[in-house]
T-cell receptor
Framework: DTGVSQDPRHKITKRGQNVTFRCDPI?????LYWYRQTLGQGPEFLTY????????KSRLLSDRFSAERPKGSFSTLEIQRTEQGDSAMYLC???????????FGSGTRLTVV | AQSVTQLGSHVSVSEGALVLLRCNYS??????LFWYVQYPNQGLQLLLK??????LVKGINGFEAEFKKSETSFHLTKPSAHMSDAAEYFC???????????????FGTGTRLTIIP
């Protein structure tokens, strides 16, 4: 297994456009997390899934943001009508059912111009 | 609610010198505590974690941290800095009453470690 994979690595978009990111977790991991990291800050929790169920969403996740994990495997994070303030690194992580420990992907860096 | 404070957004040490990165946490429940390292344009890699048991935790690359409940601290140390230790370090806390450390993480703002040759 090659770890948590995120695609694309970099995305530049114009303000107002929609973007979608994909995360492929480690196959036996049932939990999948999305975090956002802005420059000079630590990652901030956005949302997480246990299998296909989205169990918690942060207040940071405005109605322009939506995340899915339709079959409990890969997940997508979509941002509609992007704003410059959405520019950040979006990190995905997965964890196994027991024994603890996150595995983070390398992230998708979004730049809104 | 949980929070993490990392004192010193930038720390510089000479190669071979002691590394000390400070982390204080606030938690209304027993915490699980973590240190992660991040290299430029990379995700986060776990250095070490405290869940239960021994309060002195050893991690990868010669790092260790001590959980001090009375001081609500989890400082990261390494006896002798190496050039390859230059990176951003994040302390994080999660709810220690649930699960196995798989819960949502609350991160500090990070400390950038620079190693002086």
């Amino acid at each position: 297994d090659t770890g948590v994979s995120q695609d694309p690595r970099h995305k530049i978009t114009k303000r107002g456009q929609n973007v979608t990111f994909r995360c492929d977790p480690i196959s036996e991991h049932n939990r999948l997390y999305w975090y956002r990291q802005t420059l000079g800050q630590g990652p901030e929790f956005l949302t997480y899934f246990q299998n296909e169920a989205q169990l918690e969403k942060s207040r940071l996740l405005s109605d322009r943001f939506s995340a899915e994990r339709p079959k409990g495997s890969f997940s997508t994070l979509e941002i509609q009508r992007t704003e410059q303030g959405d520019s950040a690194m979006y990190l995905c992580a997965s964890t196994p059912p027991r024994a603890g420990g996150y595995t983070f992907g390398s992230g998708t860096r979004l730049t809104v111009v | 609610a949980q929070s993490v404070t990392q004192l010193g957004s930038h720390v510089s040490v000479s190669e071979g010198a002691l590394v000390l990165l400070r982390c204080n946490y606030s938690s209304s429940v027993p915490p699980y505590l973590f240190w992660y390292v991040q290299y430029p344009n990379q995700g986060l890699q776990l250095l070490l974690k405290y869940t239960t048991g021994a309060t002195l935790v050893k991690g990868i690359n010669g790092f260790e941290a001590e959980f001090k409940k009375s001081e609500t601290s989890f400082h990261l140390t390494k006896p002798s800095a190496h050039m390859s230790d230059a990176a951003e370090y994040f302390c994080a806390v999660s709810d220690g009453t649930k699960g196995f450390g798989n819960e949502k993480l609350t991160f500090g703002t990070g400390t950038r470690l620079t190693i002086i040759p």
